[in-house]
C-alpha cells in the first residue's frame, strides 16, 4: 500500500511542478511581451518590435515545450512502473532533445554571424525550419543559411525549410 501512495505522491508531485512551470512560463512570457510591444521604437520602425517580440515568444514556447518534455520522460525514467525498455527509450529521447537544442543555439549563433538580426531554428524528425528575421531574403541569403544548416546538421537540404519574417 505504501508504494502505492508513493507512486500516486511522486505523479501529482510531478503534475504540480509542470503546472506551477506552465503558469511560471505564461506569466513571464506575457510580461516580456508587454515589455517588448510597449517599448518605443526610436527608429520609426515599429516592425522591429514585432519582430523582435515573434523571436521571443517563439523561445519561450520552445523552452516550455522542452520543459514539459523532459518533465515527462524524467517522470517515465523515475517511475517504478515504467518498464526497462520504456526507461531507456525516455533516456535516448532526453539524449536527443539535448543534442537538438544544442544545435539549434549553434545554428542560430551561425546565422546571426552572417549579419542577419535574428533567426530561430527548430529541428525535428522531418527536417529543420528556419525562421529568419529578414523581410524579403534573396536567393544568395538563403543559399547561406542553407549552406550553414547543411555544414551543422550534415542533412538533406530537401529537408531544410526558411521562411522569412518581419
Known amino acids: 500500500m505504501k508504494a502505492k501512495m508513493k507512486s500516486k505522491t511522486k505523479k501529482i508531485l510531478v503534475l504540480s511542478v509542470m503546472i506551477v512551470l506552465l503558469v511560471a512560463t505564461g506569466v513571464l512570457n506575457f510580461v516580456l511581451n508587454d515589455?517588448?510591444?510597449?517599448?518605443?521604437?526610436?527608429?520609426?520602425?515599429?516592425d522591429n518590435t514585432v519582430t523582435q517580440t515573434f523571436f521571443v515568444a517563439a523561445r519561450s514556447d520552445r523552452e516550455t515545450t522542452r520543459e514539459s518534455e523532459f518533465l515527462y520522460l524524467d517522470a517515465?525514467?523515475?517511475?517504478?512502473?515504467?518498464?526497462?525498455?520504456?526507461?531507456?527509450?525516455?533516456?535516448?529521447?532526453?539524449?536527443?532533445?539535448?543534442?537538438?537544442?544544442?544545435?539549434?543555439?549553434?545554428?542560430?549563433?551561425?546565422?546571426?554571424?552572417?549579419g542577419f538580426p535574428d533567426a530561430i531554428v527548430t529541428i525535428g524528425d522531418g527536417g529543420v525550419n528556419v525562421v529568419v528575421g529578414k523581410a524579403d531574403l534573396t536567393d544568395i541569403e538563403a543559399n547561406q543559411v542553407l549552406a550553414t544548416v547543411v555544414a551543422e546538421l550534415k542533412c538533406d537540404p530537401n529537408t531544410v525549410k526558411i521562411i522569412s519574417y518581419v
Open 35 to 46: 515589455k517588448l510591444t510597449g517599448a518605443v521604437d526610436n527608429t520609426g520602425n515599429g
Open 76 to 114: 517515465i525514467m523515475n517511475s517504478e512502473s515504467s518498464s526497462s525498455s520504456a526507461k531507456a527509450e525516455a533516456e535516448k529521447q532526453k539524449m536527443l532533445l539535448v543534442k537538438r537544442m544544442e544545435q539549434e543555439l549553434s545554428l542560430e549563433t551561425g546565422i546571426k554571424g552572417k
